[in-house]
């Protein structure tokens, strides 16, 4: 076997069964792993420098792939509702398959951390079969320092083999396609998917499973701090604005996506940032576009004009086009990936109903509620036949990612709000005068004014409104912003419309939260959304 690149021979690929593979590229840097993807054909290179790569069938992740083995470690400890069950037979046969399968091949290894706490800290060894995943999950988790290379010692190990197709009757899988994790003995297993993405949230997934027994809140969010030390977090599923809004010149970036709350405060997971890159411009999302022109960013599914030049405005490949980064391509991020403890928490959704407010002050209880009820929408015309808004309800706002029960991660949630004394809000960032088709995107301009009265603490001196339907608190009117989308029910031209709506969407909640009523308390039950009230 040829080894190359930085490495610890005491701790190389034959300690775990992969001692038959012709070569292995150990911690190679960009520019190396530039060469070898563009060498193999792998990926292109773009007008601006950036690695362009297309992922094939599986454009985004296979969440009904993934399983976890379920076994005496994790029997008691995973929300089995949620996650596929693999047993530890059929995890074995799929490992040692997945070994024969790579003997003879050229894999790329990085050796990576996961959460920028020292004491909570994940050391990740990555190993794949392509050379631009090797860059991707090398901009994506946090870089140790080269020194330190050859002592490495990881807790967690990533196969990524997506040349390799699982067989369903041998491998107790759904499909071709697997993501099969053992938490017990840190080992993620990926084949059959070229999608990049799965690398990253497999971390999350076992920290996930592994941060709340010691105390420390994981958390689906992005993160940024002022420069008085006011750390705010901004939860939210793909596609409601935890990258763009967080991504404010003002303040200081922790991070994009991943992120704990332990005792000593908030910090990343990563070490780098995956924005969605569709409809991306300059004027709208200026750091996050400048991040896409540069050397050692990884493109994913972005189409390329004759020149070479991305469009980003082009979904024919797929709306996920992603962009990968490391964290320093941001000029004003952080370079710890360490903040105080939150002072400010942010709940974004995209409501294409055209029902929520831009911005709603929550009670505890009722962020607990959201929290647990993690509400975006799919909008109407993305898949044939689609003609209304869809809604899409993923507990902690990243249901496929979290191995526990919910209850588990929302009580720690309440606990660290209260104990941190934070103001807890709801952002929507969807839709207002109409649902989609009919109304409008909420102007963003009007979204950062609105957070930045919030961040501030400036809007908790405004007067507010009890909302009909969801009891929460909305402001009246705010400086700077139009007074009439403070109001949902005043932008749509036919008020029986929307109150049929926001009917319909109540209902939704309620049912949806069904399944968490046992699991908590009576005030954050009383925290549910009521039906319209007469006086409307």
Same mark, same amino acid.
């Given at each position: ?50 690695? #362009? $790569?297309?992922?094939?069938?599986? &454009? ?9 083995? %379920? ?8 929300? +089995? ?6 047993? #530890? ?41 392509? $050379? ?10 946090? %870089?140790?320092?080269?020194? /330190? ?17 699982? !067989? ?13 994790? !053992? ?16 690398? @990253? ?26 420069k008085d030390g006011d750390t705010a977090i901004f939860f939210g599923l793909s596609g409601t604005g935890k990258t763009t809004l967080s991504a404010?010149? /003002?303040?200081?970036?922790?991070? !994009? ?21 569709? @409809?991306?411009? $300059? ?41 990968? *980064? ?36 929550? /009670? ?10 993690? *509400? &975006?929408?799919?909008?109407?015309? /993305?898949?044939? =036949? ?11 706002? =990243?249901?496929?990612?979290?191995? #526990? ?23 929507? &960032?969807? +839709? ?19 957070? =930045? ?11 507010f409104r009890t909302d009909a339907n969801f009891g929460f608190a909305v402001p009246v009117a705010v400086e700077g912003v139009e007074q009439a989308?403070?109001?949902? %029910? ?16 109540? @209902? ?14 009576? @005030?954050? #039950?009383? $925290? ?9």
């Amino acid at each position: 076997m040829e080894e190359f690149g930085l490495h610890n021979p005491k701790n190389g690929l034959s300690a775990i069964g992969l001692g038959e593979v012709s070569r292995v590229h150990y911690n190679l840097s960009e520019v190396e792993l530039y060469e070898e993807a563009i060498r193999r054909g792998e990926a292109d290179l773009t007008a601006d420098g950036a690695l #362009r $790569a297309i992922t094939g069938q599986h &454009t985004g992740r296979s969440p009904k792939d993934k399983f976890v083995v %379920r076994d005496e470690v994790t029997e008691g400890k995973i929300w +089995w509702d949620n996650n596929k069950p693999l047993s #530890r037979e059929h995890f074995e046969i799929l490992h040692k398959d997945m070994l024969a399968h790579a003997a003879g091949s050229t894999l790329y290894v990085q050796d990576l951390v996961g959460g920028a706490d020292a004491e909570n800290a994940l050391p990740t060894r990555v190993v794949t079969e392509l $050379a631009w995943h090797a860059l991707f999950i090398r901009n994506l988790l946090i %870089r140790p320092k080269r020194e /330190t290379l050859d002592g490495f010692e990881q807790k967690l190990t990533i196969i990524n083999l997506p040349s390799f197709k699982a !067989d369903p009757a041998r491998h107790g899988c759904r499909t071709e396609t697997v993501i099969a994790c !053992d938490l017990a003995n840190g080992l993620v297993l990926i084949g059959g998917t070229s999608y990049a993405g799965e690398n @990253k949230k497999s971390v999350f997934t076992v920290l996930n499973y592994l941060l709340p027994e010691n105390g420390v809140m994981p958390m689906h969010c992005s993160a940024n701090v002022g420069k008085d030390g006011d750390t705010a977090i901004f939860f939210g599923l793909s596609g409601t604005g935890k990258t763009t809004l967080s991504a404010d010149p /003002t303040r200081t970036l922790i991070g !994009d996506d991943e992120h704990g709350w332990g005792k000593t405060g908030v910090f990343n997971f990563e070490g780098g940032c995956y924005a969605k890159a569709i @409809k991306l411009s $300059a004027e709208a999302e200026p750091e996050i576009y400048a991040a896409t022109r540069r050397f050692g960013t990884v493109l994913e599914n972005v189409v390329l004009d004759k020149n070479r030049v991305p469009d980003f405005d082009d979904n024919s490949l797929t709306e996920n086009t992603r962009s990968a *980064y490391p964290l320093h391509f941001i000029p004003n991020a952080s370079g710890t990936g360490l903040a105080p403890h939150p002072k400010t928490i942010i709940m974004l959704t995209a409501d294409a109903f055209g029902v929520m407010p831009p911005i709603a002050k929550l /009670t505890p209880e009722q962020a607990m509620y959201h929290f647990l009820s993690g *509400y &975006t929408a799919k909008v109407a015309g /993305t898949e044939k =036949g689609v003609t209304e808004p869809e809604a899409t309800f993923s507990t902690c706002f =990243g249901a496929p990612f979290m191995p #526990r029960h919910p209850a588990e991660y929302g009580n720690l949630l309440k606990q660290l709000i209260a104990e941190h004394g934070v103001d807890c809000w709801l952002v929507n &960032t969807g +839709w207002t005068g109409g649902a989609y088709g009919t109304g409008r995107r909420m102007p963003i301009k009007a979204t950062r004014a609105l957070l =930045g009265e919030a961040l501030s603490g400036r809007l908790n001196g405004v007067e507010f409104r009890t909302d009909a339907n969801f009891g929460f608190a909305v402001p009246v009117a705010v400086e700077g912003v139009e007074q009439a989308i403070l109001d949902p %029910r005043s932008t749509w031209s036919d008020a029986s419309a929307y109150d049929a709506q926001a009917d319909k969407l109540v @209902k939704m909640f309620i049912t949806n939260f069904e399944k968490f009523e046992s699991h908590v308390d009576s @005030k954050v #039950r009383d $925290a549910a959304p009521g039906l319209l009230v007469a006086a409307q």
